[in-house]
């Protein structure tokens, strides 16, 4: 199965946001839509970065952000904008990558959501249950497959 085939039943639509936003923001955005990534893009709508969850709550943690349950803060120097929070270094993949393919890469990246880009353009996104989901709807087909093989039933 492709990366295509994903996108097609789950649809290519991407929340996007711009670096210049602040984080309030993007925390918006990801609540407002249920998500948990944001692809940040430039004025081409060209992808410059990735905002995650993780890289809110990293931040959350290097400023001791709303965790400690104290008016004390560093809240002062907190990097406002989506810009000085996102992941720059973006991996991407193409709609002609295999679901497994991607899964690994996923994997080994340590990644949930990945940007799918065809021809230098924003073509959609998915995440690591949307690759686990259609690895368990490839192996269900092929598990009733061999199934009615050895049964003997054909179609």
Known sequence: M??????????????TIGGERTLHDAVG?????GIGALVVTGAGGQIEGILTERD???????????????????????????????TRDVVVGVPEDRVDYVMNVMTAKRIRHLPIVQEGR??????????VNAQ???AEFEARMLRDYVQGRTY
Do not use: W, Y
């Open 136 to 138: 368990v709807v490839e």
């Open 56 to 86: 809110i709550l990293r931040l959350c943690g290097e400023f001791r952000l709303f965790l400690a349950g104290s008016s004390e803060s560093d809240s002062e120097t907190v990097p406002p904008f989506v810009r000085d929070v996102m």
């Open 122 to 131: 924003l073509a959609g996104m998915i995440s690591i249950g949307d690759v």
């Open 29 to 33: 955005l990801l609540n407002q839509h």
């Open 2 to 15: 492709l990366i295509r085939d994903v996108l097609d039943k789950k649809g290519t639509d991407v929340v």
